[in-house]
């Protein structure tokens, strides 16, 4: 609030001026900052994008849907889901959504019964893959980008066919 010229104060209770701070225009040094208008991609490097953990809490919470065999874990489920949602949403540039992760899961049959042969397929790339970077890079690249552009229903029907829409 400023001060009428007309009210006595004393030197002490005047507004001092203030200093205009020039506004930072750029800040350098953040670790996932992506400085060219090209993506680099290849092997081993990952799909960025924003907010990409967030899969993991959509993961958690359809994991009472999962369609899971005694010996699959849903913890692994969870992790590789999530990076194929991630990977999935980072094609148009957003956060991961459920739907991300309905095409993910339904890609590998784990929200309805899947055929035996991808159910030993999905085991073999699922495994322990919360511990092995090498592992999530794998499963990510086994799945064709025409794959990922799916809606949840075509992948949850691609099941019978899955040969064609994975690359293993």
């Known amino acids: 609030m400023t001060q009428p010229q007309f009210v006595p104060i004393t030197d002490g209770q005047r507004l001092r001026?203030?200093?205009?701070?020039?506004?930072?225009?750029?800040?350098?040094?953040?670790?996932?900052?992506?400085?060219?208008?090209?993506?680099?991609?290849?092997?081993?490097?990952?799909?960025?994008?924003?907010?990409?953990?967030?899969?993991?809490?959509?993961a958690h919470h359809l994991s009472d849907r999962?369609?899971?065999?005694?010996?699959?874990?849903?913890?692994?489920?969870?992790?590789?889901?999530?990076?194929?949602?991630g990977r999935r949403a980072s094609l148009y540039g957003r956060a991961p959504s459920i739907y991300d992760l309905q095409v993910a899961l339904g890609l590998f049959g784990f929200l309805t019964a899947a055929p035996a042969d991808l159910v030993e397929i999905r085991q073999v790339l699922f495994r322990s893959i919360g511990h092995s970077y090498a592992a999530q890079r794998h499963l990510v690249d086994a799945v064709p980008e025409k794959s990922l552009r799916m809606t949840p229903d075509e992948a949850a029907s691609s099941t019978s066919n899955w040969r064609s829409h994975l690359w293993i």
Not at 71 to 81: F, I, K, L, N, Q
């Open 66 to 85: 999962l369609v899971l065999r005694d010996d699959e874990d849903a913890h692994d489920v969870e992790v590789g889901g999530s990076l194929l949602a």
């Open 17 to 58: 001026p203030v200093m205009a701070q020039p506004t930072a225009t750029h800040v350098t040094g953040k670790p996932a900052e992506l400085r060219s208008p090209v993506v680099t991609s290849g092997d081993l490097f990952g799909s960025p994008g924003p907010d990409q953990g967030y899969a993991l809490l959509l």
